[in-house]
């Protein structure tokens, strides 16, 4: 069994719009959408792997986020810890710069079953706060 500790941004905008990239084709959870963010590197901190990733991923510098919830979540073939935080200051428009497609949403009209299962508390806490 693996087991994975990631770190994921949820990035809204003033208008209460979150930005969405799409998982590719080969990747675990393939096509799903979700939140940019990624593995943490060995000796980073969640904190330090979100601001990485963020900008490999979506081409922004966080410049402030908060920890909304941490989720434990079992797959067939790898456990993952997740650390979500709500992205709401940045430099740069993010985009898919790794090529995935990318989309806002507006909170109120996200879909749980876009996502990965391991999303699922996190949406309906989102819609719950629209
Ligand atoms: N980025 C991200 N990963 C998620 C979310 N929900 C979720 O279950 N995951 C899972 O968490 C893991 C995150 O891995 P990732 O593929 O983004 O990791 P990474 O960017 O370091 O990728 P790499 O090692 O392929 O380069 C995957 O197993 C993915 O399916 C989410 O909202 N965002
Ligand atoms: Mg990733």
């Given at each position: 069994?693996?087991?994975?500790h990631?770190?994921v941004?949820?990035i809204?905008?003033a208008?209460?719009?979150?930005?969405?990239?799409?998982?590719?084709?080969?990747?675990h959870?393939?096509?799903?959408?979700?939140?940019?963010?990624?593995?943490?590197?060995?000796?980073?901190?969640?904190?330090?792997?979100?601001?990485?990733e963020?900008?490999?991923e979506?081409?922004?510098d966080?410049?402030?986020?908060?920890?909304?919830?941490?989720?434990?979540?079992q797959?067939?073939d790898?456990?993952?810890t997740?650390?979500?935080?709500?992205?709401?200051?940045?430099?740069?428009?993010?985009?898919?710069?790794e090529?995935?497609?990318?989309?806002?949403?507006?909170?109120?009209e996200l879909?749980?079953?876009?996502?990965?299962?391991?999303?699922?508390?996190?949406?309906?806490?989102?819609?719950?706060?629209?």
């Open positions: 069994m693996k087991y994975l990631i770190a941004g949820i809204r905008d208008q209460q719009r979150i930005f969405l990239t799409q998982r590719s084709a080969d990747s959870m393939a096509n799903k959408w979700e939140f940019a963010g990624g593995k943490l590197e060995s000796g980073e901190t969640a904190e330090q792997a979100l601001k990485r963020l900008n490999e979506v081409g922004i966080a410049i402030s986020f908060l920890p909304f919830m941490t989720i434990e979540h797959f067939d790898r456990h993952v997740i650390d979500f935080f709500i992205v709401e200051e940045w430099l740069g428009e993010p985009y898919g710069r090529g995935q497609p990318q989309r806002w949403v507006a909170q109120s879909v749980a079953e876009e996502f990965p299962p391991a999303n699922a508390e996190v949406i309906a806490r989102l819609k719950a706060s629209a």
